[in-house]
Every structure is written in structure tokens, then in C-alpha cells.
T-cell receptor, first 113, second 111 residues
Framework: GAGVSQTPSNKVTEKGKYVELRCDPI?????LYWYRQSLGQGPEFLIY????????DSGLPNDRFFAVRPEGSVSTLKIQRTERGDSAVYLC???????????FGEGSRLTVL | GENVEQHPSTLSVQEGDSAVIKCTYS??????FPWYKQELGKGPQLIID?????GEKKDQRIAVTLNKTAKHFSLHITETQPEDSAVYFC??????????FGKGTMLLVSP
């Protein structure tokens, strides 16, 4: 399809494990965002890429969280030493960069047991 | 940083009634105010947005109003239909920077 694709859609892991979440943005979109959404809450900003570089990573909660976008397209959000509080839906969005509209994927639901 | 407050948290209306959701923001530099609709198991989808040089914008049954002086903006849905049932989020940003979202309003439209 032509939308933002996120994998996996669901991930269950144990406390302390390492997790990678992948995002395939809409082709041609230069801007890519990661948000985290806890139950009953609005999306919370994590990190924003313009091209290959992280233009704003001020939302990453601590150094266990890291994201890359090496070729300016696909992005991976990496979480080390997962904690139960990391359980949430991780949303990826892309934007063509010339408008404010974000196009969201369906999210990756992470559950840390 | 920006803080966006949204209310009510839940809203129940009868089909055909109007629904209004209100948001306030804290950063006077914010100039872009979108509204997103999120259905169960889906990502948020933009339904309407407004920039600070405009006081009101309409798109069929949906309208958004902005009061920059009071730093609040509202979403108005007229002639509601059951398919309007979803969670609605307001958001604010300065230009093309990252969006700060409200906590959402669950709208339930009963037939």
C-alpha cells in the first residue's frame, strides 16, 4: 500500500530485553516522526528526522531509547533493557515536509512483561 | 514547552446533534492547530487544520475556530453520524515543528 508501514504490529517481550521497531514511511516523504501513545493518552513526541539526521530528539525519555534512519527512508526505533513502563503503542508518521500534515502508521504495540 | 489541554474527555451525542470539543494551548508562538481522528486500532488521521492567520475554517460538516488572544481552539461537528464515533485529538505546533497533542476526546454518536 501507499501508507506508512510499521512492523511488528505487536511485540511482547520480557523486562530487560532489547527491542527494535521498524517504520517504512510514504515514498518521497523527507520528514519522519516517532511518537509513543499510552492507553487513554494522546501521542507523545519522541524523535523527528529530516532526511537522515535527527533534527529533534528531545522527546526520547532516556538513553535506553535510540532511533536511526541511515538512508533517509526506513527508520528503526531501538529500546534497550526494556522496562514495564515502556509498554505502549509506538506510532511512526511521515510528512512531505512542505505541509504540517502527518501521515501515521497503525503503530507497533509493545508489551513488556 | 507547549502544553495542550483538551476537554471533554468523553462526549456522547445522539445522531444528528452537534458536537464541540475544546482545546487550550500555552505557547503563544504556536501557529498551527490540526485535529486528528483516531479509530480503534488505527493511527491518527488528519481531519482539519487551521493556521494562526485564520479565525475559522470549514470543511463540510466539520469546522474549527481559533481564538489566538485566549489561546484556545475548538472543533465543531454538525449533523453527527455513527461513523463519527472515534477519539479526536487536538494538537499545536510552531510552523512545521513537532506537534504537541491533547489527551483526546472519545466521541460516541448513538443512532
Amino acid at each position: 500500500g501507499a501508507g506508512v508501514s510499521q512492523t511488528p504490529s505487536n511485540k511482547v517481550t520480557e523486562k530487560g530485553k532489547y527491542v527494535e521497531l521498524r517504520c517504512d514511511p510514504i515514498s518521497g516523504h523527507t520528514a519522519l516522526y516517532w511518537y509513543r501513545q499510552s492507553l487513554g493518552q494522546g501521542p507523545e513526541f519522541l524523535i523527528y528526522f529530516q532526511g537522515t539526521g535527527a533534527a529533534d530528539d528531545s522527546g526520547l525519555p532516556n538513553d535506553r531509547f535510540f532511533a536511526v534512519r541511515p538512508e533517509g527512508s526506513v527508520s528503526t526505533l531501538k529500546i534497550q533493557r526494556t522496562e514495564r513502563g515502556d509498554s505502549a503503542v509506538y506510532l511512526c508518521a511521515s510528512s512531505p515536509g512542505y505541509s504540517g500534515e502527518l501521515f501515521f502508521g497503525e503503530g507497533s504495540r509493545l508489551t513488556v512483561l | 514547552g507547549e502544553n495542550v489541554e483538551q476537554h471533554p474527555s468523553t462526549l456522547s451525542v445522539q445522531e444528528g446533534d452537534s458536537a464541540v470539543i475544546k482545546c487550550t494551548y500555552s505557547d503563544s508562538a504556536s501557529n498551527y492547530f490540526p485535529w486528528y481522528k483516531q479509530e480503534l486500532g488505527k493511527g491518527p488521521q488528519l481531519i482539519i487544520d487551521i493556521r494562526s492567520n485564520v479565525g475559522e475554517k470549514k470543511d463540510q460538516r466539520i469546522a474549527v475556530t481559533l481564538n489566538k488572544t485566549a489561546k484556545h481552539f475548538s472543533l465543531h461537528i454538525t449533523e453527527t453520524q455513527p461513523e463519527d464515533s472515534a477519539v479526536y485529538f487536538c494538537a499545536a505546533s510552531t510552523g512545521y515543528s513537532t506537534l504537541t497533542f491533547g489527551k483526546g476526546t472519545m466521541l460516541l454518536v448513538s443512532p
